[in-house]
């Protein structure tokens, strides 16, 4: 995985690929924050992978993860991805993290049963990484 692929659902790819449609739909004059819009669409659209990862434990982008904080044995389930993903596909039921978040940084890359200390608000969070599935 390059820097410039962003992983998404091919549902949230397909709603940004339809926004993009109407921005540049014929005639159309666009506004300022449209024209913005409309060069942050086309880069998501380029950069945009689909392809289903392998299951194989690995934590990417493109993978349901589940993680446990060794402070309380608390679990916390969520998608490894570009968080465009919330605005184009509503059926995800869990939090996007994506690799340049704190938290996508620090467990891109890493296996199932891999520990990891986190920088968080309110201190620094031991996880273990419980559960890397493929997003279907």
């Given at each position: 995985?390059?820097?410039?692929?962003?992983?998404?659902?091919?549902?949230?790819?397909?709603?940004?690929q339809?926004?993009?449609?109407?921005?540049?739909?014929?005639?159309?004059?666009?506004?300022?924050?449209?024209?913005?819009?409309?060069?942050?669409l086309?880069?998501?659209?380029?950069?945009?992978?689909?392809?289903?990862?392998?299951?194989?434990?690995?934590?990417?982008?493109?993978?349901?993860?589940?993680v446990?904080s060794?402070?309380?044995?608390?679990?916390?389930e969520?998608?490894?991805?570009?968080?465009?993903?919330?605005?184009?596909?509503?059926?995800?039921?869990?939090?996007?993290?994506?690799?340049?978040?704190?938290?996508?940084?620090?467990?891109n890359?890493?296996?199932?049963?891999?520990?990891?200390?986190?920088?968080a608000?309110?201190g620094?969070?031991?996880?273990?990484?419980?559960?890397?599935?493929?997003?279907?």
């Amino acid at each position: 995985m390059t820097a410039d692929v962003v992983w998404m659902t091919s549902v949230a790819l397909e709603a940004l690929q339809r926004e993009l449609a109407a921005l540049t739909s014929p005639g159309r004059e666009l506004e300022r924050h449209q024209r913005a819009r409309l060069v942050e669409l086309q880069d998501l659209v380029r950069r945009a992978q689909v392809e289903r990862k392998p299951d194989d434990g690995l934590v990417e982008p493109g993978m349901r993860v589940t993680v446990r904080s060794e402070d309380d044995g608390s679990t916390e389930e969520f998608i490894f991805g570009s968080r465009a993903m919330l605005e184009g596909d509503r059926s995800l039921g869990v939090q996007v993290y994506s690799p340049d978040s704190p938290l996508g940084a620090a467990i891109n890359g890493l296996y199932v049963g891999d520990t990891v200390v986190v920088g968080a608000p309110k201190g620094p969070r031991r996880l273990t990484i419980v559960k890397a599935t493929p997003v279907a």
